[in-house]
């Protein structure tokens, strides 16, 4: 068992990548921005939560709204000769709590320009916190005799109760979610700026399926549950669950990667057994998996949870301080700002808060950015980028989301334009507290688009995510990811041979063993995904580290792997048992010279991945082209290479015995000494020094501050000794 401290105080590269070392970009010195300091020149709006929308909006007599402040914008505008505007426009927020009425709004007629951006921002020094929700008063101590006899008996004189109704909040949202699923937890409680617990059994871990009882029968390769939600448990706990409103559980239930959350339909207590609410999950049920109960009054047994009677609107909780300390707050709003079609707008230094979705929505934005903000929790994603240009996400501080991070969608799949969208220098962490699978901190879709120097850790699934083309992956410390699931990646792709290009160079990986410790994969390349390089990243105690999945003209190149088992991974799954895949992909594409609706054999994708054009002619069920050149493992296992896919892999000039020196393994220093024998073998120098968070205006906090999740070691095998 660890627990690391970990603490960036260096100041390091900037937001240009501009030369190449070793493959990777180098970034160059962080640059400062005009609008960075208090406004020297052009229009400066001014508004403050104490300010009137019937002020003039300056520093004396401020605004009450970003609505009056964009509007002014727009009729300043149209009084002058052009809807660009001459100057560059600063909103600047005063410090303060703005509990927002709705969303806040711009499109492209609040565009600005590259010589006169607009920008919403902070006032230095100050916090400015928009948020989506409503603070609760009017709380007392729960006295009614019938809601006392359901609490846990520990929990009575300490839980309080709130009428929502009564302050004007009657519309709480839907429950719902997992995987497969929309959905999302609807109204949430956070107090102390944190989210808190809607009660749940039990307050950690899981409950056990003892048996499946369903009448149909499932077996996936020897893998056997029931396709209905009904099953056995050993635990007494779910007696107290009979006469609850609405009970629900959140269970893994067949697959360690597929969750989803159901609504109760029976509990018998006697015979302990469970029958869900249908529709039931599409994969079953499973003997030996987990799950745990949650939204029930009678399970607030500890400061921090909370229930929502939604037929009454009354909302209990049990607060972990005084009730008049942590500001307790309900999600209201579905967001906080939407920029559609918007061209030089930023936002940047601002706290955003409490909505029921995604906090902020960018569509079609061009040269746009949000950056050195605080986005947290929010009941969906922080921030959705999709379509535009040259637009991204900064120096945020993200956590306590719903689902994920940042998506970015953008660029033509057809012609393989690049949309050039980015998420640089993030710090993001205990995401997925809802939807827990396939909810990534970085989500990439599209054709190039880049995720860099972000920091990515603690969260149950997935840190990155892609699909598409050529984009970049590069700079980012991941660690304490995957830790709720198995067969699971940190940076993760699958199931498309000609989505090509993508580079995963210059990470580091670290501390990521799996649910339980059973194992889970670094990069994992799934069900034959094509055309990708794994190039020079760090991996420090990852559990097949770098995974190829069956895929064609893959790379895994000049890595260092220490402590991996194994380090490499290279199955032939599509000649066995995943041949149903590409059989797929042949039957319904190639007769019409397409793959997944693309014209594969004809530019711009036959001069860009010429190895595509012959991929039905060269075993394309096999892992044809795999290259494993130049990499160095040192301490636990080097390969696990599938008999069936070693004639398709090349081994090449790899370090696998004796000491690579490095300069101070104790420490986690794995840069190499200048007489490392790896140089010999032509292994070039990574950068580490450049991986991770740097030192900027755009920064959100400095330094930062984290830590490394304990791991927990695999449980022993049917007859080995512990």
Known sequence: MISIDIRYHISAAGLALLALVAGCSRGGKAESRPEDAEPSRGLALFVASGGDDGNPGTAAKPFATLERARDEIRALRAKGAGAQPQEPVTVLLRG?????????????QDSGSAGAPIVYRTRKGEEARIVGGRAVTGWQVVSDGAVLERLDPAARGKVMQADLRALGVTDFGQMGGGFGLGG??????????????????????????????????????????RLEGIFSYDDDRPRRWIGEKDPWVLGYWFYDWAEQRHRIESIDAEQKVMTLAKPFHGYGYRKGQWF?????????????????????????????????????????????????????VALRGLTFEATRNDAIIMKGCTNSVVAGCTIRNVGSWAVRVSDGKDSGVVGCDIYATADGGIGLSGGALKTLEPAGLYAENNHIHHWSRWNRMYRPAISLSGVGNRASRNLLENAPHTAIGFGGNDHVIEFNEIHSVCHESNDAGAIYSGRNWTMRGTVVRCNYLHHINGFE????????????????????????????????????????????????????????????????MPEGLIKEGGEKGTLNGIHFKEPPYSTRYPKLIGILDKDPASPTGTLVARNICSGGKWDEIDKKAQPFVTLENNLLDGDPKFVDREKLDFRLRDDSPAFKLGFRPIPIEKIGLYQSADRATWPVSHSVRPMVEPPPKAGQAK
């Not at 109960?293 to 009678?298: A, K, R, S, T, V």
């Open 517 to 580: 410790g059973r194992g889970c994969v670094g990069v994992y390349l799934d069900d034959m995904f094509c055309g990708t390089a794994i190039a020079s990243n760090v991996f420090y105690k990852v559990t097949r580290a770098a995974f190829i999945g069956g895929g064609h003209d893959n790379t895994i190149e000049n890595n260092i792997f220490v402590d991996c088992k194994p380090a490499v991974h290279v199955d032939a799954r599509g000649m066995g048992w995943a041949h149903a």
């Open 292 to 344: 745990y109960g949650f939204n029930l009054l009678c399970e607030i047994d500890q400061p921090g949870e909370w229930y929502l009677d939604r037929e009454a609107g009354r909302l209990y909780f049990w607060p972990p301080a005084e009730i008049g300390q942590g500001k307790p707050t309900v999600s209201v709003l579905p967001h906080l700002v939407t920029m559609t079609g918007v061209a030089h």
């Open 96 to 108: 303060g709590r703005y509990e927002v009425a709705r969303p806040f709004e711009l499109t492209a």
């Open 184 to 225: 999302g937890p609807g109204l949430e409680l956070f107090f102390q700026d944190k989210p808190m617990t809607l009660a749940r059994y039990p307050n950690e871990g899981f409950i056990r399926i003892s048996a499946v009882l369903g009448a149909t029968e499932r077996d996936v390769r020897g893998t056997k549950g």
